[in-house]
């Protein structure tokens, strides 16, 4: 069964800091890959997403993510984190079946500290 | 342009009831999707509607039912309502093979 695995359950990194949030997935083919950010109590937002190409990829609030096929994951980063990227993140995948059913992990909540 | 839009944004529901969660989507958008996020949890699928039509659905009974209507907007209906049923309900809209776009989600509470 396709699955997705976030293996941080909780991050925590100092303002300024590096970050990076791992994310692995089980499937036969390449699927559409994504991150969304959760703030407390909100809906999900797109950061970024993979469909192919280049396996580096910009998205909003510079984050980044890499495709890596060969160890089936996509792990999101950002150089410098702000207190304002404090939420939850959930790397989720698409089955590219013709349907557009998302898979997510379970998230990784990461705290900020001043 | 307003997003995908979600009502009520808080319900609470006694078990056995039923409940009915309503969702606009993003503004050309004609496919629908539900997802149940338990606390703690990512979202889990429970189905898709296009052409009011369902044409997946996930993992989850009979008691999760929903319907689109000809303007592409939705609804997820919940009978027998069980405290495992406690969660955010969140809604995703999106137009063809390409991203979804998730509504802010209603909380419901059942006691």
């Known amino acids: 069964a396709q699955s997705v695995t976030q293996p941080d359950i909780h991050i925590t990194v100092s303002e300024g800091a590096s970050l990076e949030l791992r994310c692995n997935y089980s499937y036969g083919a390449t699927p559409y890959l994504f991150w969304y950010v959760q703030s407390p109590g909100q809906g999900l937002q797109l950061l970024l997403k993979y469909f192919s190409g280049d396996t580096l990829v910009q998205g909003i609030k510079g984050f980044e993510a890499e495709f890596k096929r060969s160890q089936s994951s996509f792990n999101l980063r950002k150089p410098s984190v702000h207190w304002s990227d404090a939420a939850e993140y959930f790397c989720?995948?698409?089955?590219?079946?013709?349907?557009?059913?998302?898979?997510f992990g379970t998230g990784t909540r990461l705290k900020v500290l001043a | 342009d307003a997003g995908v839009t979600q009502s009520p944004t808080h319900l609470i529901k006694t078990r056995g009831q039923q409940v009915t969660l309503r969702c606009s989507p993003k503004s050309g958008h004609d496919t629908v999707s539900w997802y149940q996020q338990a606390l703690g949890q990512g979202p889990q699928f429970i189905f898709q509607?296009?052409?009011?039509?369902?044409?997946q659905r996930g993992n989850f009974p009979d008691r999760f039912s929903g319907h689109q209507f000809p303007n592409y907007s939705s609804e997820l209906n919940v009978n027998a309502l069980l405290l495992g049923d406690s969660a955010l309900y969140l809604c995703?809209?999106?137009?063809?093979?390409?991203?979804?776009?998730f509504g802010p989600g209603t909380r419901l509470t059942v006691l």
């Open positions: 995703a809209s999106s137009s063809g093979p390409d991203t979804q776009y």
């Open positions: 509607y296009y052409e009011e039509e369902e044409r």
């Open positions: 989720a995948v698409a089955l590219t079946s013709g349907t557009y059913k998302y898979i």
